[in-house]
């Protein structure tokens, strides 16, 4: 089985792995320079980088790399580490390089106005897989959305019901009034979307969030949502507030650590409540 044929049918059906490569090698060593071995999300493998311990501590440390979704390099000395005497090795030095497969990070993109049609083109130019969604034909066609992925021209939950967002999924909510942004975020807050955005008023966002906690819908599974939407740049227009979404976007997709001006009601209600604790512990200690 070839490798890389492996990695595109991992990334096909939305799996992960990590592919370990020996980048560097001094003295003799038992295997070769460029050597790859494919880390599967089950566990298995593909390849080898020379087996032994120093094949363990890779496949350990790919399990790291698809997890945090960021590369690392590993150097192994075999000259003069014991553990790696294993009658397999000559002694010499290597470098193996381990870096994520990751499938495509897929967008769906409730509603098919102005936002969503500014949205659908800077996120495709980020390199998101865009899906629009809208009840009305009108809107959601090839013809508005000549490169999306796919686009389903149907009611809203005909359409959820058919979709199965994983965790490189982002959903961002934009339709066109109150009823149907509760709808799909009813249903996407319980999905394993890793992002999940609303346009809309902090108003109409706390009164979204009151009506379905009423439901009984548990409030922990708000905490990932950002509304409204985007990162705070002032953005008015829907071109505007589009670079402000797939801003955020990218932030999430990059985990990016450092805070960030998110304009989300449920973020800064987050911080207020840490920033709250902090205080009333400090106050008690």
């Known amino acids: 089985m070839d490798i890389y044929e492996e990695i595109v049918r991992l990334r ?21 320079e460029t050597a790859k071995m494919l880390i599967r999300d089950d566990g298995s493998i593909l390849g080898t980088v020379g087996g032994g311990c120093v094949e ?5 440390a790919a399990r790291e790399v698809m997890k945090n979704e960021k590369p690392r390099t590993l150097t192994f000395n075999l000259n ?9 090795v000559c002694g010499g030095t290597l470098d193996i390089f381990i870096e994520p497969v990751l499938p495509p990070a897929s967008l769906y993109i409730f509603g098919a106005g102005h936002v969503a049609l500014n ?37 809203f939950d005909g359409a959820m019901a058919r979709i199965t967002p994983n ?13 149907d942004d509760m709808r799909v975020l009813r249903w996407a807050v319980q999905t394993q979307a890793r992002y999940i955005g609303m346009i809309g008023s902090k108003r109409k966002t706390i009164t979204i969030f009151r009506e379905l906690v009423k439901e009984g819908i548990p409030e922990h599974l708000f905490e990932r949502v950002h509304a409204p939407v985007g990162l705070d740049i002032g953005a008015i227009t829907p071109e505007e507030i589009a670079v402000a979404i797939t801003a955020e976007l990218i932030a999430v997709r990059r985990r990016v650590e450092r805070p960030l001006p998110h304009m989300s009601w449920f973020h800064s209600r987050k911080m207020d409540a840490s920033a709250s604790k902090t205080e009333l512990e400090k106050e008690n200690s």
Not at 80 to 85: A, L, M, V
Not at 130 to 148: G, H, L, Q, T
Not at 168 to 179: A, L, P, Q
Request: aromatic share 10%; hydrophobic share 35%.
């Open 12 to 32: 096909q059906e939305g799996r992960r792995g990590a592919i370990a490569t020996i980048v560097n090698v001094r003295g003799s060593i038992p295997s070769f």
């Open 56 to 60: 363990a501590e890779v496949w350990q």
């Open 80 to 88: 003069q580490n014991p553990k790696y005497d294993t009658g397999l």
């Open 119 to 155: 949205l659908y083109t800077t996120a495709k130019n980020a390199g998101f897989d865009v899906n629009v969604i809208d009840d009305r034909e009108s809107y959601a066609n090839r013809e508005r959305f000549p490169n999306a992925k796919e686009v389903i021209a149907e009611d």
């Open 167 to 179: 965790e490189t999924s982002y959903i961002v909510i934009v339709t066109r009034g109150h009823h």
